[in-house]
Every structure is written in C-alpha cells, then in structure tokens.
C-alpha cells in the first residue's frame, strides 16, 4: 500500500519545548516537502528536499528544522523560535510536478 | 510568495449545477495544476496543464490555459455533493526547480442539496 504517512495526526506543544512532526514514504519519489496552512488559507512552503542530504529553505523557514537522511524520512522540527506555531502541516512528496499529500498533522500549542 | 489567486474564494451552488472557479498568476510558467482538499485532510491532484496547452479534460473536469492573460479555470460539470471541498491552483515556475510549485489561497466550494 503506498502513499505518504504522517504522524502524529495531532500535536500539542508546550511554551519553548521543540517538537518533531514525522513524514515517510514508499513511492520511492526524490523530492520532499513541508507546507504550513493557516485557516482558511493556501499553503506556504517551509523547506523542501530534491535528494537525500540535501535541503533548502522555503519562503518561511525561520524556526523550522529539517533533515533528510534517508529518502523515505523527511521529518520536521518546530523549534521555540517559532512564536506563532499553530496550523496545520502537510508533507509531500514528488517525482516531477504533481506532488503527493500525506493526511497532514495539526499542532496545537498549549 | 503567493502566485496564483484563485477566484471566488467562495462559492455555493446546488447539487447538479457546473462549478467554475478562476485562477490568475503573475509571472511566466511551465506548468499549471489544480489540487481539491477535503476538510482537514491532504491535497489531492487533480490535473495539471503544460504551458503550451489550451485546454484538457478529465473526466468531470475541464481546464483551460491562457497564458496571454496569465489566468486558468477549473470547472466542474455535473456537481455533486462529494466535490464540496477546497480547491486550489499551483504553477511551476519557468526558471523555478521543476519540482517547486507555489499555491494559491484556494476557492471553497460547496454544494447544496
């Protein structure tokens, strides 16, 4: 059964603790992605992967951590420098153009 | 940075009745495609259009391209209730990486019994 999992579905976070959101996938796709969407919003790109160790910064990276160290595992660390972390976040994947979403993890903030 | 806008960003229509929603962009692409999301879940693709078509179907969905005015549009014909949903629109950039797309805000459609 392929496809992208993400985990956990929800997520809550205390006052200045980092928190780790996980994406994996079996399509065997090069290129990974993390989005932020706000309510009511489109989806705006944090960081994405087109090869295993390497990563760049999306338009809003800032209190975001990555890594890619295997090509299945893209996972995403909100650190405490991201004041405002509430939102929903999608993970995706791709071989060219089209991309493919994972179920997406809500974070909360306690 | 937000390239696509789609338009309206809501729209209500009754079961049956064509939906069209609109996308316009601000600089020049290589391909164009729309995605639906369901409340709370991931984007789904939907179809995607190159820069040198004009039109393409699929299915119940209909897409055309001009790329002299820079503005796409989705319609969908025969609505039913399970096309309720957010749909947005994503190009890919001429001299962007081919696998970095950017999103719209998306349009909400919903359709009434």
């Known amino acids: 059964d392929g496809g992208i999992t993400q985990s956990p579905k929800y997520l809550f976070r205390k006052e200045g603790q980092n928190v780790t959101l996980s994406c994996e996938q079996n399509l065997n796709h090069d290129a990974m992605y993390w989005y932020r969407q706000d309510p009511g919003q489109g989806l705006r790109l944090i960081y994405y992967s087109q090869i295993v160790n390497d990563f760049q910064k999306g338009d809003i990276a800032e209190g975001y951590s990555v890594s890619r160290e295997k090509k299945e595992s893209f996972p995403l660390t909100v650190t405490s420098a991201q004041k405002n972390p509430t939102a929903f976040y999608l993970c995706?994947?791709?071989?060219?153009?089209?991309?493919?979403f994972g179920p997406g993890t809500r974070l909360l903030v306690l | 940075s937000q390239q696509g806008e789609e338009d309206p960003q809501a729209l209500s229509i009754q079961e049956g009745e064509n939906a069209t929603m609109n996308c316009s962009y601000k600089t020049s692409i290589n391909n164009l495609q729309w995605y639906r999301q369901n409340s709370g879940r991931g984007l789904v693709h939907l179809i995607l259009?190159?820069?040198?078509?004009r039109e393409k179907h699929s299915g119940r969905l209909r897409v055309t391209l001009d790329t002299s005015k820079k503005s796409s549009s989705l319609l969908i014909t025969a609505s039913r209730a399970a096309d309720t949903a957010s749909y947005f629109c994503a190009t890919g950039g001429v001299y962007s990486s081919a696998s970095k797309i950017i999103f719209g805000s998306g349009t909400r459609l919903s359709i009434r019994p």
């Open positions: 259009i190159r820069s040198n078509e």
């Open positions: 995706a994947s791709s071989l060219q153009e089209t991309q493919y």
